[in-house]
Structures are given as structure tokens and as C-alpha cells.
């Protein structure tokens, strides 16, 4: 076998198409031939150039490829056999079958879209194809191939995804993405994908609604290329929306526009299509004007169609966009003039409240999005710009200035220490000179992103008219003429003498006696946002340390565990959250941009008694921004080149951490990191 595969050319060609061949006729009956098959394919599959004879390195590098594509084509053939045998040992006891999942699948996975040749990666993606019968973590991993340079591997990865049906609807986004490339081919393939994920029953979209906007985006796509240049694209368009269902409804005219196509194939899939979706009876040949598809979902979630298609009534009072779990929204607080995300956890039926956990502060709170101006973030794909759907109350315009605001939303405005920022005044700093600014720290919005970002004022130019802002987060500099921008950056103003804010170098982790309900524990030091855990010993006497929100469920019942879990000492108790904020304000703003050391190995998972001392594991950060709401710090790690590295940036209470200056640190500062802490 591998004789006749590595001598190359026709004779490597004739070789493969006889094996796969082969592979295709196994008889059933004998795994002993499947499984030399099988040792001999995944080890061609996995050559590599050093292993091909002598020869100059491109000679060994062809061989090699060669080897691996024909060990992937007939690897391929033997899942077709396995797939289609109707009897015999592949199915009867499934040793072969089981074995073959086990071995071929993980290798073909892997060289669908890390192999060098592009012609390795496309066999084995259609060899995938052949396979069928993928897991959901299979499907995931063979989407990585839908976004190959080469569209022939492309092709051959929407094939097989559409061989997989309904089970690979989270691929719509980039399934979508391939309907618009240039290759004709790549087109008419995704089409038919797309009609294979939602066809029959497995391609139901969810009852909870979770799946409408999939649903909603293919239909957008295949309406746009029933107009292809291409027949066979028009034609594949046209007969995935008959699969549609009420999501095709918008469409009927542009399927009935191909009806008079010059195309016969393209006519007679739209003819097929007006049938399925029920707008024409293919017994008298009649035409209706409604068809016979299901439109309940779809019309609970017009408001989040009309959204994205631009068609939405600016005078809506209410929406009934389905919110599912998990998702990420927005709610609008009048007072504070500015929105704040969260994350849904769930919904309450009998008082129609939505339960949120806000983002920045982690404080939960139950919202009636019927009386709340509540946004959706919907983002189709990972590098796709978020789109914010309204899911919430949309107010009519006001009658009278006397009804601008709501009232029951008179009391939603967030509890802050005293601001220390202030609007920049352009006339006021013009009467005192616009360098005065140079050397303050300040905040800009980004109205992209809805978020403000902290830095400090590098340089004003008198010949622009502009500022040079250095970023803290991201150590990156932008030129800004602050009068043109859409909201007033903030400069800060100290409200006190920053002389006597306490230093953050030399702190000491400390572990504070708490109590939940009845319960006394110790909240561990150390803790960042999302790990925060206590210790305490529970009622077989074991000594447990778990999350601070599980252990608050277990002994207090509360929602929010930074109010109900509180710290006990002499002078009586207070939530700990009132303990973050009052020591978060002794610092407050006045340390950002601040560099030090931090301690990211402090240990958070016993008693001090019952554990060794752990050596210091010192990572430099800066703090890039300060939560006076929860009295928390972000700190983003600084990388071994100076600049800050925002994808490792944390919220955490500085009160609880051990840190150091920077001119005291080692030359060797560890390798461990805050987000390395974390997940590990």
C-alpha cells in the first residue's frame, strides 16, 4: 500500500482511486482488513516531509503530501463504507465503527485546518463529510475550515457541515459569511447547507425562540442571492427558503420574481417553494395570500426583525423580543444618564421579571423589561460589529417637558462616592491656558464601544488645537480635539490632597471573619472579580472552601451576596460590599495609571494553619480604571516590553492583595500571570 502511494505521480493517483475503491468494498464481515486499513491511513495521514525517503526537501515535501492526502481519501472511503454498510460487523457489533470514531475522526479533524497542503485539508474535510454521525464538539471544530483561505476547502467544509443537519445550526454565522464569496461554487454549496440545517424536523428552530435570529439570517442571505448571477446559486437560494418557514414569509415576493426566471431549474425550485410554504394548492393550481406555516414565534419576534432589517417603528411602546438565559443586555438608568450591561440569569413567570447580574459590580437585581428601556446585544459573529436590538419599553414621545421622565424610574441612579471628574469646559480652559491640562489624568467615551477609558494627558499642540491622551489600558496614544467630541472627556480633579491617599505599595493580604445567616467563615485574600470564596468548616466538621455566592446560597438564601455576607469584628458588622467601597475610596481615582508589583500566587483555598506558606509569585500591572459602586481597582498585566496587555486585566479590592514597589523588584518577576492565576 504504501509502496505503490509513495512512488508519486499517476502512479500515486492510480494507487489512491484503487485503495479508496477498495476501502469502499470491505466486506463487512472481516474487521481485519478495515483495521489494517485503518493503521496504515492514519499513519500516512499523520507523515511528515522528514519521513519521505532521501531527495531535496521539496521532492520529501510533495511525497509527504501525497502520502497524507491519499491516507485521508481513503480514510474517507472507509467511513462511507461504515456509514452505508447495512450489516455485517460495522453495525452489528461495532467494533470497526467504534474504533474508527475513536482513531480517524480526531486526526481528520485536526488536519481539516492545520495541515500545510490545501489540498490535504480539503480531503479530509470531505472525508468528514463521508463520515457523518459527528459529535457537537466535532461539528465546532470542523467550522474552524469554513474560514479557510482557500475556498475549494471551504467548499468542501460546507459540504460536510451540511452533511451533519441540524446539529450544526451554531454555523450559520459563518456558513453565511461563505454565501457572499466570489466563488460561484462556495455559494451554491452554503445554500444547500443551510437548506440541510433547517430541513425537517431536526431543523425546527428552538420553542424558546433562542435560534429565531439563525433563522432570520439565513432567510436575509437567501433572499439576496435568489438575485445571483449564477442559475445554480438562484436556484439553491429559492429552494432553501422553502425551508424557512415563517422566517421565508418577507421573501414570497422575490420567490415569486423566479418564478419567471430564464432559468428551467430555477423555475421549477421556486414553483416547489410557493408549494411548501402553502402559498400555492398544487392541486387546482390556485394561489393564497397567506401561507400555511406556523407564525406565532415569528410575530412574537417581529420587533427584533424589523430591528435588523431597519424597518423598526420609532413609536413602539413595547417589544417582545425573546430573551433567552445568557444573553447580554444593556438597561438605560435615567439618573445617571448612561447604560450599564448585564447578563440575564433567568426569567420569573409569575411576576414577568427578568433576574440580571450587572457586569461591573456584579450586583443582581429582578427587571420588568415592560417598564424598563432594556437593549439586546446581538453579535452574528466574533468579529462582527454588536448590534443592540430594544427588547425593553420604547416610550412614545413626550407630550410635555412635565412627562421627560418615567416615574417609577425617578430612584434608578446608582449610589457613587463623591465624583471626582469633571467636564471639560472648553471656554473656561481657554480663559486659563489649554497646556494647564498636560500632565492630568482624564476619561474620553468611546461611542463605538459605549464605555469611557481612562489616561493621562501627554502634550497639547497649539497648532491643531489638540490634546495627545495616553491610554492606560492599552498603552496606545490618540491626538483628540476635545471640543469636537461627541460627550465632554472628564477630567479629574482630586477631592482631596493626593498627598495624604494612603500608598498601595507594602500591602498585606488579610483574611476577614465573615458570617452568612447563622454561618461564620473567613473571605480569603487575594480574590479577584468571579473567584471571590470563603472558608469555613461545615456540619460533618470538615474544613470547605467554596465560592462566596454558592456559600451564601447554602447558609444565608440571599441573591446578592455582597450585601447579605457580612463582616463581623468588635465594633459590630457591615456587607461586605460597604467594606470594599469605604477602603476603595481611600485610593480611589487618585491611583490610576499607577504601576506596582502584585502577589497573583496569594493562597485563597484553606486555613492559614493547614497550609505551607506559599512563596510570592510577583507580577507587574497597572490600575487602569476604579468602580466607586463596588470600590474595586482593574489592574491589566504590564508585558516583559512595557506595554500593558489588555487582554489580562482583572476587577479586584486592593485592600485585599499583597504588592510591592517596582524599584524594589527581582530581575526575575515570575512568569505566572493574574489571568494565569485565575484559570488555573
Not at 124 to 140: I, P, Q, S, Y
Not at 320 to 336: Q, Y
Not at 594 to 601: C, I, L, R
Not at 643 to 650: K, T
Request: aromatic letters at 8%.
Amino acid at each position: 500500500m504504501e509502496t505503490a502511494i509513495g512512488a508519486g505521480g499517476r502512479t500515486w493517483a492510480r494507487a489512491t482511486s484503487a485503495l479508496c475503491r477498495t476501502a469502499a468494498r470491505l466486506d463487512a464481515r472481516d474487521t481485519e482488513d478495515g483495521k489494517r486499513y485503518l493503521d496504515e491511513s492514519l499513519r500516512l495521514l499523520e507523515t511528515r516531509e522528514s519521513e519521505r525517503g532521501s531527495g531535496d526537501a521539496d521532492a520529501r515535501a510533495r511525497a509527504a503530501m501525497c502520502a497524507r492526502l491519499s491516507g485521508a481519501r481513503v480514510l474517507g472511503s472507509m467511513g462511507s463504507a461504515a456509514k452505508e454498510s447495512a450489516r455485517g460487523a460495522f453495525d452489528e457489533t461495532g467494533a470497526l465503527r467504534g474504533e474508527f470514531f475513536a482513531r480517524a475522526v480526531p486526526a481528520l479533524l485536526e488536519h481539516s485546518y492545520k495541515d500545510k497542503a490545501g489540498s490535504v485539508r480539503r480531503a479530509c474535510a470531505e472525508a468528514l463529510g463521508r463520515v457523518g454521525g459527528l459529535k457537537t464538539t466535532d461539528v465546532r471544530q470542523l467550522g474552524r475550515a469554513l474560514g479557510d483561505k482557500r475556498d475549494d476547502v471551504r467548499t468542501a467544509a460546507t459540504r460536510s457541515v451540511g452533511a451533519q443537519g441540524g446539529v450544526a445550526k451554531f454555523l450559520v454565522p459563518k456558513l453565511v459569511e461563505n454565501a457572499r464569496r466570489d466563488d460561484p461554487e462556495l455559494r451554491q454549496t452554503t445554500c444547500e447547507a443551510l437548506e440541510s440545517v433547517w430541513k425537517g424536523r431536526q431543523g425546527d428552530p428552538a420553542q424558546d425562540g433562542s435560534e429565531d435570529v439563525l433563522l432570520f439570517q439565513t432567510a436575509e442571505c437567501m433572499g439576496e442571492l435568489t438575485n445571483d448571477a449564477d442559475a445554480g446559486v438562484r436556484a439553491a437560494a429559492t429552494r432553501c427558503l422553502g425551508h424557512l418557514r415563517g422566517a421565508a414569509a418577507a421573501k414570497v415576493s422575490l420567490i415569486n420574481k423566479r418564478v419567471d426566471d430564464s432559468d428551467e431549474g430555477v423555475r421549477d425550485a421556486a414553483a416547489e417553494t410557493l408549494i411548501k410554504l402553502g402559498f400555492i394548492n398544487p392541486s387546482t393550481g390556485t394561489l393564497r395570500n397567506k401561507g400555511n406555516y406556523r407564525t406565532s414565534k415569528f410575530s412574537a419576534n417581529k420587533n427584533l426583525f424589523a430591528v435588523l432589517t431597519g424597518k423598526q417603528d420609532s413609536l413602539a411602546t413595547t417589544s417582545r423580543v425573546n430573551v433567552p438565559a445568557g444573553a447580554i443586555v444593556r438597561v438605560w438608568w435615567p439618573l445617571d444618564e448612561c447604560y450599564y450591561e448585564a447578563k440575564v440569569k433567568g426569567y420569573d413567570k409569575s411576576t414577568r421579571k427578568y433576574r440580571l447580574l450587572y457586569l461591573d459590580d456584579n450586583v443582581e437585581e429582578e427587571v420588568n423589561f415592560r417598564k424598563e428601556k432594556v437593549d439586546l446585544k446581538h453579535k452574528p459573529t466574533k468579529n462582527a460589529r454588536a448590534t443592540w436590538i430594544p427588547c425593553g419599553a420604547v416610550q412614545r414621545k413626550p407630550k410635555s417637558k412635565d412627562k421627560d421622565q418615567p416615574k417609577h424610574k425617578i430612584a434608578r441612579k446608582r449610589s457613587s462616592a463623591t465624583s471626582a471628574w469633571v467636564d471639560y469646559d472648553a471656554e473656561e480652559q481657554k480663559r486659563i491656558g489649554r497646556e494647564a491640562l498636560v500632565g492630568r489624568r482624564m476619561k474620553v467615551w468611546w461611542p463605538d464601544d459605549k464605555a469611557w477609558y481612562a489616561g493621562e494627558i501627554r502634550r497639547f499642540s497649539a497648532d491643531t488645537g489638540k490634546y495627545t491622551v495616553f491610554y492606560f489600558e492599552d498603552g496606545e496614544e490618540e491626538d483628540l480635539d476635545f471640543d469636537k467630541e461627541e460627550r465632554a472627556p472628564k477630567i479629574y480633579e482630586p477631592v482631596q490632597d493626593e498627598s495624604a491617599t494612603p500608598t498601595i505599595h507594602g500591602l498585606e493580604p488579610r483574611r476577614l471573619p465573615v458570617r452568612s445567616g447563622e454561618k461564620d467563615a473567613l473571605y480569603e485574600p487575594g480574590c479577584f472579580r468571579g473567584s471571590e470564596c470563603c472558608s469555613f468548616v461545615n456540619e460533618e466538621g470538615e474544613k470547605t472552601t467554596m465560592l462566596c455566592s454558592d456559600f451564601d446560597k447554602m447558609y444565608g438564601g440571599g441573591s446578592r451576596w455582597r450585601r447579605s455576607i457580612v463582616v463581623t469584628s468588635e465594633t459590630g458588622a457591615e456587607p461586605i460590599d460597604t467594606f470594599f467601597r469605604v477602603n476603595g475610596e481611600r485610593w480611589g481615582n487618585a491611583v490610576l495609571g499607577y504601576e506596582f508589583d502584585m502577589d497573583v500566587a496569594v493562597d485563597m483555598r484553606d486555613f492559614p494553619v493547614d497550609r505551607q506558606p506559599v512563596e510570592p509569585s510577583w507580577q507587574r500591572v497597572k490600575i487602569i480604571s476604579y468602580n466607586p459602586t463596588s470600590g474595586e481597582h482593574q489592574c491589566v498585566d504590564i508585558k516583559d516590553d512595557g506595554e500593558p496587555d489588555p487582554s489580562r486585566a482583572v476587577w479586584l479590592p486592593l485592600c485585599m492583595q499583597r504588592t510591592r514597589a517596582r524599584a524594589a523588584a527581582d530581575d526575575d518577576d515570575g512568569e505566572d500571570s493574574i489571568s494565569d492565576i485565575i484559570s488555573s
